[in-house]
């Protein structure tokens, strides 16, 4: 029985045609498109040397275009948990050379002989990316009275809002990273309260949805917002978890429900059903991946305890507290 895998691009010459293709190489970009990288399918079009646990070294096999680029950046730094990605191209080469920079990749040495090609040997130039410096999926952060608001996602999507508290290390590392090279962490921990720097903070670069998320949350706190129209991505969360959060985008601004309230609406009225989905009700609240955009806070318990946010009730105090009360400033 043959064993069944995931296409690669090194099999585009002996599937060409029945993908619809008449040569390798469209085949070759069609398959770069739509198959989901793996270290099989990049060894055919780049060779690796990990010089460190978090740095690896690469040069490209032929050419390559802003799809491939992309999808290496990707690979090596959310699936490999590379920190930086280096480059080495000959200094001849000028189309490699855009494809790297329009993906964020910047010049850091011209090697003198370098590589061995055409029998003779060549300078070549060393480009290094960084995994903050990379724009497609990114961190913007916005400081506020009790903390900072970090706010995750890509050009078209937000998938992550998390509250990092003062003079704390943020426990989610690429988070940390990002801050740490926005200069917010200091001695290995957030900036203090207070702290001149957040005044100056500006978030340059951020995807577009993540800026347009930060600009809203920002209205929201300054009181010139009571909802949001970001498009959110909740990756694989499951059925129930996306209609308990449905129905939180649903509780007015100001206003709060039970985790009792959401079972009930849940379970279509069946008083019997809903008290066996209480609990779950609760886990799905405590794994919002985007409070405030999707107003978790609002959620409390049947006899009006705060519990079930993910980053710390005193979050869920505050943001309860901001909505009956007047607009204070940020930081």
């Known amino acids: 029985m043959n064993e069944i895998r995931k296409v690669r691009v090194q ?11 008449d040569t390798v190489a469209a085949a070759q970009d069609h398959i770069r498109k739509n198959i989901y990288y793996t270290d099989e399918s990049f060894s055919v079009l780049a060779r690796s040397s990990y010089t460190s646990k978090y740095s690896v070294t690469v040069r490209f096999i032929g050419s390559v275009d802003d799809v491939f680029a992309d999808a290496l950046l990707k690979f090596l730094f959310f699936s490999k948990d590379i920190y930086k990605v280096s480059v080495i191209i000959s200094v001849d080469d000028a189309a490699t050379e855009h494809v790297l920079v329009r993906n964020g990749f910047v010049q850091e040495a011209v090697l003198h002989e370098e590589l061995y090609e055409n029998d003779s040997f060549v300078d070549a130039g060393l480009f290094y990316i960084t995994l903050p410096m990379y724009k497609q999926y990114s961190v913007g952060f916005l400081p506020f ?7 995750s996602g890509g ?12 003079d704390e290390t943020p426990s989610n590392e690429y988070i940390r990273r990002c801050a740490d090279h926005c200069g917010l962490i200091t001695d290995g921990k957030m900036r203090p309260r207070g702290d001149e720097f957040y005044k100056e903070y500006k978030n340059e670069d951020v995807p577009a949805e993540v800026q347009r998320a930060l600009t809203q949350i920002r209205e929201y706190l300054l009181k010139k917002r009571q909802s949001f129209d970001i498009n959110v991505k909740t990756g694989n969360a499951s059925e129930f978890k996306t209609s ?10 100001g206003y709060t429900i039970s985790y009792e309230d959401i079972a009930l609406e849940l379970a279509g009225g069946d008083i019997k059903k809903a008290r066996k989905l209480t609990r779950a009700v609760g886990h799905a609240c405590a794994e ?14 049947k006899n009006g305890k705060l519990v ?3 980053d710390g009730v005193e979050f869920k105090d505050f943001l309860l507290t901001h909505e009956l009360f007047a607009a204070m400033p940020l930081a």
């Open 288 to 301: 919002n991946p985007v409070p405030i955009i999707v107003p978790c806070h609002r959620v409390i318990g």
């Open 244 to 253: 308990v959060w449905a129905c939180i985008k649903k509780i007015p601004y």
């Open 308 to 310: 079930g946010f993910k």
């Open 145 to 151: 009275q009790r903390g900072v608001i970090a706010v």
């Open 11 to 21: 099999d585009a010459s002996r599937i060409k045609s029945v993908i619809g293709f």
């Open 155 to 166: 050009v078209d999507y937000v998938d992550d809002v998390t509250f990092l508290r003062f």
